[in-house]
């Protein structure tokens, strides 16, 4: 008798505890909504500002997570929300992710909104962990019972032919396109917007894609991240100037199909090892230390568009060394 009373709890409780996921670490969700389209966009990248916003709250070990502004495909239908942790025993750190994947019918929309998504996962025990949710992944530390507001503000620009993704918060920039590139290009190491500077430290996926045009490019210090097929299919490429003294993460196929085995590449003194045992970088026929050689002497000019060795553009070069078309140029 109490076997059939127990299978038929168990079978009473299975459609409520199938629409809860429970991962290995125990983490379980629950309370999942999500607003509906709060209005239609032809593209993210439509030069509107969008803003992004994670609101986190821990009472106990039930941690609530509001995503206000996530942007997917007009539509969807709704949210397939996984949460999992990670670490945690023998005193390590304790990693905690949770990925947003929307579900959308058969017929896909060309617009894209604008959602508010909120969960809760219990079976949090730690107030200071890594996490990793939608936008942002980084490391935090909560207050019991407080809130926390993670805040995003993106833009999409362009400035004389120039195209960047803004992240308006940490004021960075992703280099997304140049219009006609050719010949030595400089990519700046930052520049101003309204009134702030952005610091460029990624470059969008395929921005220079088959640019046969380009033979030569200067990257910045700040640069962190290199997406895949950049400089892919430039069959010109004669020399990268990059003055990144870390490698920036960069996906293999960079420079698919461009002869890097006969190009050089120019690094920091200091960061030539590295250069040369990581790929594909480590593909470069040539990999020597940026130096001062080959300098041409010119005049100082107002409206000449110069650079100094870090990229930065300089409106008015005072006497030393700068970068001009790509070249290494001294002011007298």
Not at 119 to 139: A, K, V
Not at 209 to 216: K, V
Not at 275 to 304: C, L, Q
Request: hydrophobic share 35%; net charge negative; charged share 15%.
């Amino acid at each position: 008798m109490k076997k059939i009373i127990l299978l038929f709890i168990l079978t009473a409780l299975l459609p409520v505890l199938a629409g809860i996921p429970v991962n290995a670490q125990g983490l379980t969700l629950s309370d999942v909504q999500n607003s509906g389209c709060m209005r239609s966009m032809r593209s993210r990248a439509n030069g509107n500002e969008i803003r992004r916003t994670i609101i986190l709250l821990k009472e106990g070990d039930i941690l609530s997570a509001q995503l206000q502004g996530f942007v997917s495909n007009c539509a969807t239908e709704g949210f397939d929300i996984t949460p999992s942790m990670s670490g945690g025993s023998n005193g390590e750190s304790v990693s905690v992710s949770v990925g947003v994947e929307p579900i959308e019918p058969d017929v896909a929309s060309i617009c894209v909104c604008p959602f508010n998504v909120s969960f809760t996962i219990h079976g949090l025990e730690p107030n200071s962990f890594q996490f990793s949710c939608w936008w942002y992944d980084g490391q935090i530390s909560l207050t019991e019972g407080e809130p926390l507001t993670l805040e995003s503000i993106t833009e999409s620009i362009s400035m004389n032919d120039w195209y960047y993704f803004l992240d308006k918060v940490s004021h960075t920039a992703m280099l997304q396109g140049v219009l006609g590139a050719s010949g030595d290009l400089v990519i700046p190491l930052e520049f101003e917007y309204e009134d702030q500077t952005y610091s460029v430290t990624s470059i969008d996926e395929g921005t220079f894609i088959a640019c046969n045009a380009l033979t030569s490019v200067t990257l910045p210090s700040t640069l962190t991240r290199i997406s895949d097929y950049v400089f892919s299919y430039c069959d010109n490429l004669t020399n990268v100037y990059c003055y990144a003294g870390n490698v920036p993460e960069t996906g293999n196929n960079v420079f698919k199909e461009t002869p890097i085995s006969s190009a050089t590449l120019h690094v920091p003194a200091a960061s030539v090892e590295a250069y040369r045992t990581t790929a594909p970088w480590s593909g470069f026929g040539t990999i020597v230390a940026i130096t001062a050689t080959g300098i041409t002497n010119v005049e100082n000019t107002k409206n000449a568009k110069q650079f100094d060795l870090q990229g930065r553009k300089v409106s008015n070069p005072r006497k030393g060394i700068y970068i001009k078309d790509g070249n290494k140029v001294l002011i007298k």
